[in-house]
C-alpha cells in the first residue's frame, strides 16, 4: 500500500511569502505528526492530531506556523512570511492508531527560504 | 538539558564488525523505545521497537536499561549497507529524536 506522501518535495521561497506544505498520511492512520529538521540534526516535534484534532502544537516555534487537518486524513503545515531560519526538511508522520505507536515517515519538504 | 542524547560518532568500522550504540534518555516516565534508521537526504525508517526485555532482529539487538535510562542498539556482523545515522527516540505522548549517530562500514 501507500505510504506516507508529502508534497511538494523541494520549495524554494522568497523571504516573507507564505507556504503551505501538504502531507498525505497512510490511509486508516489516525495520528499524524509535523516534524521539522535542520542539518544534522534529528527531527524535531511540531504538531500532533488525533483524526482532526490538534491534540498538541507545542512545538510550533511561532505563531508564523499553521497545521490542519480539518477531516483527519490530509494535513497542510502552512508557514506565513516565512524567514530563513524556517529554511529546513519537514517531515510528516503517522501511526495507526496511540500516540506512542512507531510512525511512518514521508520523503519530506526540503524548504530553502531564500 | 535535550531529552534524548546520542553519541554522534562518526563510528567507523570494517565489514564484519560489531559495533554498539547507546543513547540516554531524561524522562523516567518514558514509556515507548524505537531506534530510527536515516539514509543521507532520506526519510527516517523504523529499524525497531525496543522492548523491556530486550529483543532481537536478525543482526540487530536492543536493550532497555530503565534503571539508568538508556536504551542500546548492537549490530553484529556490520555489512556496508548498514551505513547510516541511526536516530534513538524516545516516547511520551510525542516523540522525541536524538540527534543521531552516524555509522561507517567500509569494506
Known amino acids: 500500500g501507500a505510504g506516507v506522501s508529502q508534497s511538494p518535495r523541494y520549495k524554494v521561497a522568497k523571504r516573507g511569502q507564505d507556504v503551505a506544505l501538504r502531507c498525505d498520511p497512510i490511509?486508516?492512520?489516525?495520528?499524524l505528526f509535523w516534524y521539522q529538521q535542520a542539518l544534522g540534526q534529528g527531527p524535531e516535534f511540531l504538531t500532533y492530531?488525533?483524526?482532526?484534532?490538534?491534540?498538541?502544537k507545542s512545538g510550533l516555534p511561532s505563531d508564523r506556523f499553521f497545521a490542519e487537518r480539518p477531516e483527519g486524513s490530509v494535513s497542510t503545515l502552512k508557514i506565513q512570511r516565512t524567514q530563513q531560519e524556517d529554511s529546513a526538511v519537514y517531515l510528516c508522520?503517522?501511526?495507526?492508531?496511540?500516540?506512542?505507536?512507531?510512525?511512518?515517515f514521508g520523503d519530506g519538504t526540503r524548504l530553502s527560504i531564500l | 538539558r535535550k531529552e534524548v542524547e546520542q553519541d554522534p560518532g562518526p563510528f567507523n568500522v570494517p565489514e564484519g564488525a560489531t559495533v554498539a550504540f547507546n543513547c540516554t534518555y531524561s524522562?523516567?516516565?518514558?514509556?515507548?523505545f524505537f531506534w530510527y534508521r536515516q539514509d543521507c537526504r532520506k526519510e527516517p525508517k523504523l529499524l525497531m521497537s525496543?522492548?523491556?526485555s530486550g529483543n532481537e532482529d536478525g543482526r540487530f539487538t536492543a536493550q532497555l536499561n530503565r534503571a539508568s535510562q538508556y536504551i542500546s542498539l548492537l549490530i553484529r556482523d556490520s555489512k556496508l549497507s548498514d551505513s547510516a545515522t541511526y536516530l534513538c527516540?524516545?516516547?511520551?505522548?510525542?516523540?522525541?529524536f536524538g540527534s543521531g549517530t552516524k555509522l561507517n562500514v567500509k569494506p
Open positions: 492530531f488525533q483524526n482532526e484534532a490538534q491534540l498538541d
Open positions: 527516540v524516545v516516547g511520551f505522548n510525542k516523540f522525541y
Open positions: 490511509s486508516g492512520h489516525v495520528s
Open positions: 508522520a503517522s501511526s495507526l492508531e496511540r500516540a506512542n505507536q512507531p510512525q511512518h
Open positions: 524522562n523516567s516516565a518514558s514509556q515507548s
Open positions: 525496543v522492548y523491556s
